[in-house]
């Protein structure tokens, strides 16, 4: 059975930074894609960025493009990060990582999710 741990939220003051955390376990042997969402009280869950399995590509959503960077573990290939920088009070939200089985899968479409860290920036 997969399972999606994360971890790293927090509450942060506007500008500051954080760092995310998704393990995964009972996935194939090998790397596969990571998806990072997030969902703000009220809205939809949207996606943040996501890194393919051969880690060659990756992807981020307007709103946090030149201030959030995905990664992968290179000791460890289960684990992925999300690095958050420069953070606004608009990035408030739990965030979610998934394995989408490739980048750019709907999140209707994703059966594989974490249980989600709330991110919290605030003054």
């Known amino acids: 059975q997969v399972q999606l741990v994360e971890s790293g939220g927090g509450l942060v003051q506007p500008g500051g930074s954080l760092r995310l955390s998704c393990t995964g376990s009972?996935?194939?042997?090998?790397?596969?894609?990571i998806g990072w969402f997030r969902q703000a009280p009220g809205k939809e869950r949207e996606a943040v960025s996501c890194i393919s399995s051969t880690d060659v590509s990756t992807t981020y959503s307007d709103s946090v493009k030149g201030r959030f960077t995905i990664s992968r573990d290179n000791a460890n290939k289960n684990t992925v990060y999300l690095q958050m920088n420069s953070l606004k009070p608009d990035d408030t939200a739990v965030y979610y990582c998934a394995a989408p089985g490739r980048c750019g899968r709907s999140v209707s479409a994703i059966q594989y999710w974490g249980q989600g860290t709330q991110v919290t920036v605030a003054s």
């Open positions: 009972g996935v194939p042997s090998g790397s596969y894609a």
